[in-house]
């Protein structure tokens, strides 16, 4: 069985900078496909960052692209996501995910991963 944790979260004021880590038990991250989703208050979950298994690419929302990078660390079992330039709209609840067999077009659709983390809240205030 496959386990997540988040960590990293926190409250930055706008323009700073943070660092997720989701550290993963049961299953090497490099075999899995691992993605951060969002959700703010009143709004539906959303994917911000993907990264493919085995080598595969990294992939972001469009309203990420530039700011976020997401990367894994196969040694620590983890994956990263640092944050930059941060916003009032990227404060929500930032969610790992992890599946074993996602083709590239379903990476971005939450229900395609059946292994979560608990979620870790971002806040950024300006």
């Known amino acids: 069985q496959v386990q997540l944790v988040e960590s990293g979260g926190g409250s930055v004021q706008v323009g700073g900078s943070l660092g997720l880590s989701c550290s993963a038990s049961?299953?090497?991250?490099?075999?899995?496909?691992v993605a951060w989703f969002r959700q703010a208050p009143g709004k539906e979950r959303e994917f911000v960052a993907a990264?493919?298994?085995?080598?595969?690419?990294?992939y972001y929302a469009d309203s990420v692209k530039g700011r976020f990078t997401m990367s894994r660390e196969n040694a620590k079992n983890t994956v990263t996501l640092q944050m930059d330039s941060l916003t009032p709209e990227d404060t929500a609840v930032y969610y790992c995910?992890?599946?074993?067999?996602?083709?590239?077009?379903?990476?971005?659709?939450?229900?395609?991963?059946?292994?979560w983390g608990q979620g870790t809240q971002v806040t950024v205030s300006s």
């Open positions: 995910a992890a599946g074993e067999s996602l083709i590239l077009s379903s990476i971005g659709g939450a229900r395609h991963y059946p292994h």
């Open positions: 049961g299953r090497t991250v490099n075999a899995l496909t």
């Open positions: 990264i493919r298994r085995f080598g595969g690419g990294t």
